[in-house]
């Protein structure tokens, strides 16, 4: 397998996109992706694109085509493959596209990610996003989405001693980091106070520890790392590429303070890259809810079990940090448009290895991480990214 | 790029099953393909799943890892991929297991594909199936799916003097051909007067030249040729492996008698091959509705442009000529659960190589071909099988 690098990323605004389509979102950031490399709509041998539920949100499915039609790459006849994880569809089109370059079978593809999410009222959003968990064994009794993670919430409060507060606290901090993020749907500081008097959810979890519905697209484009230094002044080399998979439904699990699926997916990723959870400068994680993030950062392996609500109250993960987490905002703040996401997070990753990311650049930028889920955990996508 | 074989195969009965779910079907097809090839779970390295709309007939996404799950390999924490190209994703889902393989990242993969779509009403169905077609400048405009390829068969009466007959000539053999195919939905044989006096669903196509709503799954199993020897009695080869695009709505398309995506993906495929159409025996083709088949057997290279309802009309695509077409009984016949169509065809095929397919078994199979549609043409994808 040969060494694959990104030469180009793009993403458009997050937010509410009523002046955008899908399909309008994701040849911006198509567009933006191609001129940020050195690369001709002829030069791309494949386009992968990550798409939660098109069928529920635009009733569109055949998002492959769709994509490549309105990317005017359809003269071409180029393969165009949609694939879904639910909230990591974004994460997999990468890595279905790193494999596809890594392989030797394609050497420019693109991947990209997109969800429009606003055209369709906030309750059918919501039973869209619930396909994402086990429809037949939580949903029909009654589980809503946000009612999945409350109850990992729960036992990580009773099990560790985590509270509410040090939930609150990851709001805070990726509030605090989208403002200085110009695609981020919201540019709103947030207190402890805000978060734990905001209307409730699915106790523990507030509003504020939820991420938002959101519109948007994100695009990448990949090449072998022998050919990317023609193709990019600052190529930036996937030093990893894993995918990981469990129970759909919380029920069948083997603990519910751990997302087994992170957990493999990382140990898979850091052999891969030959490094250790340590040497990791910036990392986006999966803060779907404020728990999200701190049962992310113990899985990874960045901190102990049970230790991710204190590391977060200590300010471990936060902007200039040894560790900094969801410099973009998160999904928390940044907005999660859901097939978008994961690409996103390499977008975020590949602006700070550039030295690119505005007034929330960091200091010393070597390695980064992303870690896209699925669900309450069923599929787990990690790629770790290198100057 | 290593050669790959086929190792194992499995497929549910196709039709109105009341008695099953997605879960159970793709359960059932992927354990009669485990037991097919002499594997165990624990050597099964990756699981890709072709699937329209999860989402819109049985409200489930996430189908990676709900397939994972109900196979019993969670457990095993592997990779679990959907991808979706609307009909054409159980022949996506095979593409992608192809190139893990080929590509030496996975040795032992699953590909299988499912849908059900008879849990929702007839119209929610026909609805969910028009998001193959582009939704925003086709379907908003009042085009069903079936009036799509009713302007294709009237530009092909028109230019080439194709008739009506002669396409109802296409159900009357697949009817025919399912009648000795113990998965088939229909066992029934059916006349030319019968589809001419079947109810008209969109000028010129009648029920009878439509294929029909139907539940089922379908899954093989592959692996590294050099191993298949040791996990199969009976491996088949897979010769090519080939994948394009179109435009996705039909009024931006060169020419409406053509699917240019079915003439580059095969053009591909023979070249992969190294063979000509003629050495091909038999072949499943995308017969969605009748005029599909005669367009996919001219842009296969089988016969000239204009001449596939001759062809038809003349026998040469019956069961035991020199190409045996949709010998399953098709689409058409034995039933169309779309994403699991594609996966479906090369089921067929690998019964008829290896001399398997009972009352249906051709007399000689060396060289088998699959080609399975997206929509109306913006996807197309071949496989090439040999002995």
Redesign the interface.
């Known amino acids: 397998?040969r060494p694959v690098s990104i030469i180009g990323v793009g993403c458009t605004k997050f937010g509410e996109r009523w002046d955008a389509?899908l399909?309008d979102m994701v040849a911006e950031a198509g567009i933006m992706a191609i001129e940020d490399a050195c690369v001709t709509g002829e030069e791309i041998d494949a386009l992968y694109v990550g798409n939660?539920?098109?069928?529920?949100f635009?009733?569109?499915?055949?998002?492959?085509?769709?994509i490549?039609?309105y990317a005017g790459?359809?003269r071409l006849?180029?393969?165009?493959?949609?694939?879904?994880?639910?909230c990591a569809s974004g994460g997999?089109a990468l890595r279905?596209a790193v494999?596809?370059v890594?392989?030797?079978?394609q050497d420019v593809v693109i991947a990209a990610g997109v969800e429009k999410m606003t055209d369709v009222s906030s309750g059918t959003a919501a039973?869209?996003l619930a396909?994402?968990?086990?429809?037949?064994w939580e949903?029909f009794f009654g589980a809503t989405f946000p009612a999945l993670y409350a109850m990992m919430a729960r036992l990580h409060m009773r099990r560790f001693g985590t509270t509410h507060e040090q939930m609150a606290m990851v709001a805070v901090k990726n509030h605090h980091h989208a403002c200085f993020n110009p695609i981020a749907q919201y540019h709103m500081e947030v207190t402890v106070d805000d978060v734990e008097n905001s209307p409730m959810v699915a106790d523990p979890l507030h509003v504020l520890d939820c991420s938002p519905i959101s519109d948007g697209a994100a695009a990448v484009i990949l090449a072998p790392t022998e050919m990317a230094g023609r193709l990019s002044d600052t190529p930036v080399r996937i030093a990893a590429s894993s995918?990981?998979?469990?129970?759909?439904?919380l029920h069948?699990r083997r603990d519910l303070t751990t997302l087994?699926?992170t957990v493999?997916a990382a140990r898979a990723a850091f052999s891969q890259a030959g490094i250790e959870p340590k040497q990791v400068d910036v990392a986006e994680v999966h803060d779907c809810f404020t728990i999200g993030e701190i049962l992310a950062i113990e899985d990874l392996g960045f901190f102990e079990k049970g230790q991710g609500g204190i590391a977060t109250e200590e300010g471990l993960t936060a902007l200039g940090s040894s560790l900094s987490v969801n410099t973009s905002g998160g999904l928390k703040a940044c907005g999660h448009p859901v097939g978008a996401t994961g690409i996103k997070q390499a977008y975020e990753i590949v602006l700070q290895l550039r030295g690119e990311a505005g007034r929330r650049q960091l200091e010393e930028a070597e390695i980064g991480l992303t870690h896209n889920v699925?669900?309450s955990g069923?599929?787990a996508i990690v790629h770790i990214l290198s100057r």
Chains 1, 2 share one sequence.
């Open positions: 397998m389509s399909r939660m539920s098109g069928g529920r635009v009733e569109q499915e055949h998002i492959g085509a769709l490549s039609d790459l359809s006849h180029i393969p165009s493959t949609r694939v879904e994880a639910a997999l279905q494999l596809a890594a392989s030797g079978y039973d869209a396909s994402a968990a086990d429809r037949e949903c995918q990981a998979s469990d129970t759909l439904a069948d087994d699926a493999h699925g669900g069923g599929t």
